[in-house]
């Protein structure tokens, strides 16, 4: 099994409409990301967490919220989905020394 | 400006080649520098991680960071297909936690 598992790994959702993206993670560590990667723009950090209780706003938190369930799970939401929240977005979690490791990403498409 | 700069190819090198890939970064506070590659549909993965200047090696990859240019490198010798990927330089400062920022990957073709 992946070390970052997300789910989904491609949706397709309407305008307006709520879309929750899962994170789940075995590699025991305490923090925990969630990215969007578009090209030209690379990686941009939404929302981050150190632990259950500690949730941070990134750089681009507007229009998301994140929920994180126990130390393994951090779930991303969008409550009312727009075109421009199309893009790749992916879920980390990391070791105090800064190794990252990611999933293998949700494709967003909003239409 | 950006913070980190880094060109977005393609590149496209015959197999065997030697590959230099090469980020610039505008924040002197930057002490942890680290390249990551990401092939299609799949998420970014550490492959060379330096702390302050200097060289770091492992078996085809050798990372280097001049902090007086801020620039940082990354060689490939004896470049493979499968290499072929797009690589994302990351950095950030020390001390508790700091952000980490990401370039925006360059994309290297290999071909054989």
């Known amino acids: 099994d992946a070390d970052v598992t997300q789910t989904p790994r491609n949706r397709i959702t309407k305008t307006g409409k709520r879309i929750m993206l899962e994170c789940s993670q075995t590699k025991g560590h305490d923090r925990m990301y969630w990215y969007r990667q578009d090209p030209g723009l690379g990686l941009r950090l939404i929302y981050y967490?150190?632990?259950?209780?500690?949730?941070n706003k990134g750089e681009i938190s507007d229009g998301y919220s994140v929920s994180r369930q126990a130390q393994a799970k951090f779930s991303l939401s969008l409550e009312s989905a727009i075109p421009n929240q199309t893009a790749l977005y992916f879920c980390?979690?990391?070791?105090?020394?800064?190794?990252?490791?990611f999933g293998s990403g949700t494709r967003l498409t909003v239409v | 400006q950006k913070e980190v700069e880094q060109d977005p190819g393609p590149l496209s090198v015959p197999e065997g080649a030697i590959v230099s890939l090469n980020c610039t970064y505008s924040n002197s506070a930057f002490q942890y520098f680290m390249w990551y590659r990401q092939y299609s549909r799949k998420g970014p993965e550490l492959l060379m991680y330096t702390y302050s200047s200097g060289n770091k090696e492992d078996g085809r990859f050798t990372a280097q960071v001049d902090k007086s240019s801020k620039y940082i490198s990354l060689f490939i010798r004896d470049s493979q297909p499968s290499d072929s990927a797009t690589y994302l330089c990351a950095m950030s400062a020390a001390g508790g936690y700091q952000k980490v920022t990401f370039g925006t990957g360059t994309k290297l073709q290999v071909i054989p």
């Open positions: 967490s150190f632990d259950v209780k500690d949730i």
């Open positions: 980390a979690t990391s070791d105090p020394n800064r190794d990252y490791t």
